[in-house]
């Protein structure tokens, strides 16, 4: 715990008010940036800045020339406030009154220093890398002795310090209970977004920047004798375009044929943020002899609850059909929706007018359910017609060993 000071104590509210220092940490490591306060020739000033704490010690990241920090070279350092803010959720009271935030902060009071020993900077700059991704130090450039040199880093020992905090609901005046208005409360959380890549970068995204997922959402690699499917990325959009660049592969797809690779980095940069949104898991799959790529596949309409999912957003180049290579990719999918995410059903749609894309799904063991009508609208604006197949967990045990037989005899393919 910490000792509570004259500059910390409340003189309202007190119950929100803690000096435990677990949960003073726990805020500290959780949020990205601060504020720093001080003061420059007797007026107040504020900085934003980033910081990220090592043991008890808060560090603050800035630059050489900035005021606060020249302040603190000197022999008695800077006397400074640090904020840290976690906006948790916003209160509706049926009152204007009694809206509110829900929130855990911190206050920071005390002496900061400069860190002038090599190895301690070193290593507060290596932490706050991490934490915007565990792992990215090693996989970015370390900084030059002129980018160090340029470089300034505060250390405030954390000494001082109250934590306060807002949790729970709407506390309304009893007499204000029945009032016909909506009250509640609206969580806030921080979240990532799509990361997007720069220019010229041809590196899959890390995995420490993209979220945690359910197995059912994560796009698992798989290798097969004909096919590998692996996680879709931008990398992949070039590739894409030129195995698929013929009529015939978009003939009776949802969107018009591609007339350049920017179509195609839109198409991939779709999946990817449905992705995002857990609603498909796109792959891409690449030759599994040349490693070339040369189509891509998915899953959506995913729901663990009931146990479903479907198998979609296929588009294969024209060089790879009836080759091994669709079967194969199917029957990868398959194997990981019944045996490794436990399905107890799986699905596909295709257009009424795509006879032969009924067919190779046919020759997978699914069965057809019937027409769902008016499902879709193509890019011209008319609307589709889908045939819809499925297959259950039942049926899987024989399709597999007809899958697997056809493959290893050469019979005629997907």
Same mark, same amino acid.
């Given at each position: 715990?910490?000792? %509570? /000071? =004259?500059?910390? #104590? ?15 940490? =726990? @805020? ?15 007026? %107040? ?7 990220? &704490? ?16 020249? $302040?603190?070279?000197? *022999?008695?350092?800077? *006397? @400074?406030? @640090? ?20 929130? !855990?902060?911190? @206050?920071?009071?005390?002496? $900061?220093? /400069? ?43 954390? !000494?001082?310090?109250?934590?306060? =905090? ?17 009250? +509640? ?18 590196? %899959?995204?890390?995995?420490?920047? !993209? ?8 796009? =698992? ?29 978009? &003939?009776?797809?949802?969107? *018009? ?24 898991? *796109? ?10 790529? #040369? ?6 309409? #995913?729901?663990?609850?009931? +146990?479903?999912?479907? #198998? ?47 067919? $190779? ?40 060993? !007809? ?12």
């Amino acid at each position: 715990m910490y000792t %509570p /000071t =004259a500059r910390t #104590i409340p003189h309202r509210s007190r119950e929100r008010m803690s000096y435990d220092r677990a949960a003073a940490h =726990a @805020v500290l490591d959780e949020a990205y940036h601060c504020t720093l306060g001080f003061t420059v020739d007797g007026e %107040p000033r504020l900085l934003p800045t980033l910081h990220v &704490r090592l043991g008890d010690t808060l560090y603050l990241h800035g630059s050489t020339g900035s005021r606060p920090l020249l $302040a603190a070279r000197g *022999p008695d350092g800077l *006397p @400074v406030c @640090v904020g840290v803010t976690l906006l948790d959720g916003l209160v509706y009271g049926r009152s204007q009154f009694h809206h509110s935030a829900n929130y !855990r902060s911190v @206050v920071a009071h005390g002496v $900061a220093r /400069t860190v002038t020993d090599p190895g301690e900077k070193s290593a507060v700059l290596t932490a706050l890398v991490e934490k915007v991704g565990s792992g990215r130090s090693a996989e970015s450039r370390p900084p030059s002795r002129r980018e160090l040199a340029e470089t300034t880093v505060l250390a405030l020992p954390l !000494r001082e310090v109250s934590v306060r =905090a807002r949790t729970g609901g709407v506390r309304d005046d009893p007499a204000d209970l029945t009032l016909p208005y909506w009250a +509640g409360v609206v969580p806030l959380r921080l979240t990532p977004g799509l990361p997007e890549s720069d220019d010229g970068v041809t590196a %899959p995204v890390p995995t420490y920047l !993209r979220p945690p997922r359910s197995p059912w959402r994560e796009a =698992a690699s798989m290798r097969g004798a004909h096919v590998v499917l692996e996680a879709l990325d931008v990398s992949h959009a070039d590739g894409l375009f030129e195995a698929t660049d013929d009529p015939e592969v978009w &003939r009776h797809l949802g969107g *018009p044929r591609p007339t350049g690779v920017a179509d195609v980095h839109r198409l991939v940069a779709e999946a990817l943020s449905a992705h995002h949104r857990g609603e498909r898991v *796109p792959w891409v799959q690449r030759c599994a002899v040349t490693g070339a790529v #040369i189509g891509t596949t998915s899953y959506y309409e #995913i729901d663990p609850g009931r +146990g479903t999912v479907a #198998i979609g957003y296929t588009f294969l180049g024209r060089p790879w059909w009836r080759t091994g290579v669709n079967t194969e990719a199917k029957l990868l999918l398959l194997t990981r929706a019944f045996e490794e995410l436990g399905a107890h059903r799986v699905v596909w749609h295709t257009d009424v007018h795509n006879e032969r894309s009924q067919r $190779a799904i046919e020759r997978l063991g699914a069965t057809r359910e019937g027409v769902l009508r008016m499902d879709r609208q193509r890019a011209d604006g008319s609307w589709r017609d889908s045939v819809q197949y499925s297959m259950i967990v039942d049926e899987w045990p024989e399709a597999q060993r !007809r899958l697997r037989e056809k493959l290893r005899s050469g019979a005629p393919m997907t």
